[in-house]
T-cell receptor, first 116, second 115 residues
Framework: AQKITQTQPGMFVQEKEAVTLDCTYD???????LFWYKQPSSGEMIFLIY??????QNATEGRYSLNFQKARKSANLVISASQLGDSAMYFCAMRVLAYNTDKLIFGTGTRLQVFP | GAVVSQHPSWVICKSGTSVKIECRSLDFQATTMFWYRQFPKQSLMLMAT?????????EQGVEKDKFLINHASLTLSTLTVTSAHPEDSSFYICSARVRSNQPQHFGDGTRLSIL
């Protein structure tokens, strides 16, 4: 079965510190994609970073990096130099094939709180 | 770039009313749009996948006649909640993408409250 697991319901981090949000996945597909989205309290979903299953290097986007360990089926998000504005829900998602298209399945999310 | 506009942001209406939610891609053409539902403190659950010019593909357990989806153009998809009841109250959010290997870009969501 295809599944995304986020085991951390909540995380705390001090401003300017780095934090890692865990994500593991399960799929039998050879080709897949992994995404991280941020959802502030206002509700919108903000795309952060993408990692393709065939990408050899870990994806990076500014302060966000994805620690992709294919053998372990993990795709952890690392946020460096945390800011107060990083406080939000973070969702890991995987693109899976379905019928004649593909779709995203989401994990249950991790609530990150950044404190001064 | 990749802006998705969703309207309205909030809807409060009486039970039995039908409610239409619009999802527009403002600066790109979206071959596929998706509709999700999110209950408080839960994850996003995909309701249906909408391809321009064809019928939507609904996820298991989602009533097609209850949640009508129309994707008439490459920039607009609509979700109509027909004869809404209090149990339909939720946060509905749409997304759009250009191609399958591109990220989905989300609208700001619609908070629907049925009294």
């Amino acid at each position: 079965a295809q599944k995304i697991t986020q085991t951390q319901p909540g995380m705390f981090v001090q401003e300017k510190e780095a934090v890692t949000l865990d994500c593991t996945y399960d799929t039998s597909d050879q080709s897949y994609g992994l995404f991280w989205y941020k959802q502030p309290s206002s509700g919108e979903m903000i795309f952060l970073i993408y990692q393709g299953s065939y990408d050899e290097q870990n994806a990076t986007e500014g302060r966000y990096s994805l620690n992709f360990q294919k053998a372990r089926k993990s795709a952890n998000l690392v946020i460096s130099a945390s800011q107060l504005g990083d406080s939000a829900m973070y969702f890991c998602a995987m693109r899976v094939l379905a019928y004649n298209t593909d779709k995203l399945i989401f994990g249950t999310g991790t609530r990150l709180q950044v404190f001064p | 770039g990749a802006v998705v506009s969703q309207h309205p942001s909030w809807v409060i209406c009486k039970s039995g009313t039908s409610v239409k939610i619009e999802c527009r891609s403002l600066d790109f053409q979206a071959t596929t749009m998706f509709w999700y539902r999110q209950f408080p403190k839960q994850s996003l659950m995909l309701m249906a996948t909408s391809n321009e010019g064809s019928k939507a593909t609904y996820e298991q357990g989602v009533e097609k006649d209850k949640f009508l989806i129309n994707h008439a153009s490459l920039t607009l998809s609509t979700l109509t909640v027909t004869s809404a009841h209090p149990e339909d109250s939720s946060f509905y959010i749409c997304s759009a993408r250009v191609r399958s290997n591109q990220p989905q870009h989300f609208g700001d969501g619609t908070r629907l409250s049925i009294l």
